[in-house]
């Protein structure tokens, strides 16, 4: 696994990361343990998830300014597209031993969930709606400035 070192996470313009997540399976069952700043490049500060989602629906569509983030799909499967404002990608997380390190002033929008998907979502910082950004169209102003 090649994780980022904490200044690398904030640098401008870093393309999100997919990773692998140490697995350990047993006759008994598998377990995945993830440890800030160890197995994450950041101290988690958050943590959510997003279930019985439509798989119509069409979710996130913004940047968020001072929180980094890693997506996991623990059940199902979800279309994660990150922008950094020069490059677009696309991943589809099906596996709950994947995960997408994402940084600051990436572009996220989640879609194509399917009807058993649960998206978890660890954060770097608490939750402050002045920090996220909706627009693309500013998204893009305020990355050229970084």
């Known amino acids: 696994m090649n994780l980022w070192s904490w200044p690398q996470m904030m640098e401008a313009n870093r393309m999100p990361e997919k990773i692998l997540l140490n697995e350990h399976e047993e006759n008994d069952g598998s ?4 440890e800030s700043e160890k197995d994450i490049p950041f ?3 958050r943590t959510f998830w997003i279930y019985n989602t439509p798989e119509n629906a069409v ?6 300014r001072n929180s980094d983030f890693l997506f996991v799909c623990l ?18 997380l099906d596996r709950p031993s994947q995960g997408i390190l994402v940084p600051r002033m990436t572009w996220m929008k989640t879609e194509k969930f399917s009807e058993d998907a649960i998206l978890l979502v660890l954060a ?23």
């Open 31 to 34: 377990l995945i343990v993830v």
């Open 43 to 45: 101290l988690v500060k």
């Open 59 to 64: 979710r996130a569509e913004h940047a968020c």
């Open 75 to 92: 059940s199902g499967r979800v279309k994660i597209t990150l922008d950094n404002g020069r490059t677009e990608r696309s991943y589809v």
């Open 124 to 146: 770097s910082e608490k939750y402050d709606p002045m920090q996220y950004c909706s627009d693309y169209k500013i998204f893009l102003k305020e990355i050229d400035k970084i």
